[in-house]
């Protein structure tokens, strides 16, 4: 034995192959042999075999049983003494001993590897012995090749691999498996839910890494609970008495993973609620908008995100009904036509305080601004995004809204700058948030107009402006009679010249001076600053805003992201000057390597081996 | 009572009269639990909270969650807790009232 295998693995090449089919081939390509299969089909039948034929003896599972000859030769002679004792007690103890065997032979399968694969892949509770039960029973059942009797009708036929097994145990033949097809009676399997598994939850938290969302620890019970509640949500017939945060909460969760529908609309609609908040009307039709004015009479505060089948009839019928709006938050509402809008001004105009109109391209245009000034005397809150109709004209109307704290637009038509500035002449004044939101048109005289005209300013955007200089930042920022300023965004004031890009020889956009006036001006007060892109700001210039004699106690959420002078001394800098910070966001700087961040501030946009986000953890 | 120094453990003790003991560090991820075991409250002498509008198997669950907060806390890759659907609304209610909203630094 052992010289053979020596010889054997001396020369392993020189098996030589005769020619071999090309089923065998392709089958062998997929690890597949039939030599192997029909080795395997002798040793179970013959396995079988002598399960059936002795049931005093044992048969172990995997190894092959032994030659037919000598069982053969064998067999008669135990047979012959237990037969003369007479047959009702040789029955007897041959069913006890039968059941005997079928107890060791179950044992013998919980101790195998099969079973404790499949008791891996189990999937619900089953219970173990049940498997054990079901392993035992596709061993004893009769193999295909074999006659065997059917179960219902009794009759005499060979057992493919497709005879359906009877609900009661046996096997059916091929009529009697149709007829039970059709009742529908064989127990479907059930269907695997291809779920995420480990992968999936790892997925979501490096999703939830780069978003810079991500908290370690556990969730908050107020959050599993309402995750339970979203995931079962066709239970749920009625939210009871739940507080209004709660169920803005729960409302917002649904929207997120698209549960909100008709049905669990309902659970929003309180008669006593004042304010309804769909965070996804995707699903929602016009009739369901009606009924919200139905079952909410009430209703003060209305926002709706994605609420495309909001059209005119629903218009018209808020417009008919004695609510009055006191903020109307429209995102997405195609469908309504000018002339509904202008009829919901008029007649509900008055009450209203704030309408914030998002994603509404064609209809919502310079005429609905015109109607403003006549129906809507106490407007505070207006805005307009992502809107390609309003134009300069809508802007002047704009102008003419004396009430108005807070404005914010988004247009995508090109503005002339002195809109701007004749709109803030007007209205400066008393405008406490001005945002401008891709203005590449605007330039330095609309800072001076908000240096001339802005005194109770708290919130100021803009955003992509091509043509402002640091020069006219200075302008705006130095000796300004407003207070300072506690959110700024200036994202993307830069220049944008592929040519030269960092060369500034105008100074375009928000630069090192401005900068420093910025914070020279708003530094007691500012907590959110966004200067996300000013890539012309110098090291010096962080150097002197954080220097070490200078806090700034307000900043909560600092941006600086591809700003690409900002080195790790600018980072330590700035933690050491901003003892409130919560987050600071270095994206694409790339001079940010090797930062220590102190315990509880969060860092975002240096890649480490965990992700962008670093948990402070330094006690300093 | 010998007092030197506050207990490690405190009773949540709900309406129908169950008490629940846990840790003192474990309730106290509660804004509310921490804020009555403070000072010169009652409660913080005896180291007894009653919640007369929470049952007690809500309270259970309420236990349950504070030490499986305890012991997860600051650890990444967490399980979540299993609630049954039953009691969704009813947790929701107390951890409103418990102040178990956000996630606390």
Known sequence: MLINIFLRSRRPNRRIMGPQSALTDFLATHNISAAQIRADADARRRAAQSNQDEPGEEQSDHASAPPPAPEVTVAPSPALPTRTRGRAATELTSREEKRKKEQKVIEKIKASKKFQKRKRNLDDSDDEDDLALAIFQERSAPLPGQMENCAVCGKRFTVTTYSRSA????????????ELDQEGGAPKKKAKRASGGPVGKRRQMQSTILDGTYRPGAKSLMTLCIETLAKNIDLAEDLGDLPPLVIDKIARKLSKHRLLNPTTLHLFLQPSAEEVYIYDGAKLVATDYIKIFQMVPSLKRLKIRNGIHFKDEVMEYLASRNIDLEELYLHGSNLLSQD???????????????????????????????????????????????????????????????????????????????????????????LETFSLSRVPDADNTVLDAIHNNCRSLRKLRITESDAMTDEGFVRLFKNWANRGLAFVDLEKCRQLEASHPRENPDNVGFCSNAFRTLMAHSGR????????????????????????????????????????????????????????????????????RDVRVPRGKILVGVPTAVGMVIEGDDDD | MADDGPSKYITLVSSDGFEFVVLREAACASPTIAGMLRNQ????????????????????????????????KDKLDVPDLDIPVEYCLEMIVAADFLGLDEQMA
Not at chain 1, 167 to 178: A, S, Y
Not at chain 1, 356 to 366: A, E, N, P, S
Not at chain 2, 42 to 71: D, H, N, P, Q
Request: net charge neutral; with cysteine; glycine share 6%.
């Open chain 1, 340 to 430: 509904r809008w202008k009829l919901y001004l008029e007649e509900k105009g008055k009450s209203l305080r704030s309408l914030r109109v998002y994603w509404t391209d064609k209809h919502f245009g310079d005429e609905v601004l015109s109607v403003l000034e006549a129906f809507c005397p106490s407007l505070e809150r207006l805005k307009v995004s992502h809107n390609q109709q309003v134009t300069g004209n809508g802007i002047k109307e704009i102008a003419k809204l004396k009430s108005l704290r807070h404005l914010s637009l988004d247009l995508r038509n090109e503005v002339h700058s002195d809109v701007y500035v004749s709109l803030l002449s007007e209205i400066g004044a008393g």
């Open chain 1, 525 to 592: 007060t500012i907590r959110h600053l966004n200067v996300h892109g000013c890539r012309h700001i110098s090291e010096s210039a962080f150097e002197d805003v954080f220097a070490p004699g200078k806090t700034y106690p307000e900043l909560f959420k600092l941006e600086i992201s591809f700003c690409e002078e900002v080195t790790d001394f600018v980072v330590g800098s700035i933690f050491r000057s901003c003892p409130n910070l919560r987050e600071l966001n270095v994206f694409g700087c790339m001079k940010v």
């Open chain 1, 167 to 178: 609900p009661d145990g046996g096997l059916l033949c091929t009529p009697c498996g149709k």
């Open chain 2, 41 to 72: 409250m009652i409660e913080a002498r005896t180291g007894r909270c009653s919640f007369a509008e929470i049952s007690s198997i809500i309270l259970e669950k309420v236990a349950e969650y504070l030490s499986y907060r305890l012991k997860y």
